[in-house]
C-alpha cells in the first residue's frame, strides 16, 4: 500500500501561483510514477500532470504545459505541482495519484493509489 497526502492548496488571485505537495509513504520503493489530477466543480476529473519515478520523465496535459511544473524529490518521496499565471478556469480539488505499474500516466484507470484531494480558489 502507498498513502498519498496532499498539501498547498488555497486561494490565490488570478494572475498568482501555488505550489502543491504530495508526499509518498508506505511502499514507495514500488511506485512508477506520480501524477496530479484535478476535478472542477460539475465536471470530471482530469489529467493535470505525471512524472516517472526513475529517470524523472514529465507528462502534461497540453492545455497546461508552460504553467504547470511537475517536479519530485525522490529522498522525501514527494512530488510537486508548481502553478503560475493560475486562472478562476483552474479552481478544482486537485488529486495526488500514484501507480505502482505500467501504462499510460494519462489514465486515472493506470493510478492505485490516491490522496484526498486539496481545494484550489482562484479568484478573479
Known amino acids: 500500500q502507498v498513502q498519498l497526502v496532499e498539501s498547498g492548496g488555497g486561494l490565490v488571485q488570478a494572475g498568482g501561483s501555488l505550489r502543491l505537495s504530495c508526499a509518498a509513504s508506505?511502499?514507495?520503493?514500488?511506485?512508477?510514477?506520480m501524477g496530479w489530477f484535478r476535478q472542477a466543480p460539475g465536471k470530471e476529473r482530469e489529467f493535470v500532470a505525471a512524472i516517472a519515478w526513475t529517470g524523472g520523465t514529465t507528462y502534461y496535459s497540453g492545455s497546461l504545459k508552460g504553467r504547470f511544473t511537475i517536479s519530485r524529490d525522490s529522498a522525501k518521496n514527494t512530488v510537486f505541482l508548481q502553478m503560475n499565471s493560475l486562472k478562476p478556469e483552474d479552481t478544482a480539488v486537485y488529486y495526488c495519484?500514484?501507480?505502482?505499474?505500467?501504462?499510460?500516466?494519462?489514465?486515472?484507470?493506470?493510478?492505485?493509489?490516491w490522496g484526498q484531494g486539496t481545494q484550489v480558489t482562484v479568484s478573479s
Open positions: 508506505g511502499r514507495t520503493f514500488s511506485v512508477y510514477a
Open positions: 495519484a500514484a501507480t505502482t505499474g505500467g501504462g499510460s500516466y494519462y489514465y486515472e484507470r493506470v493510478h492505485a493509489y
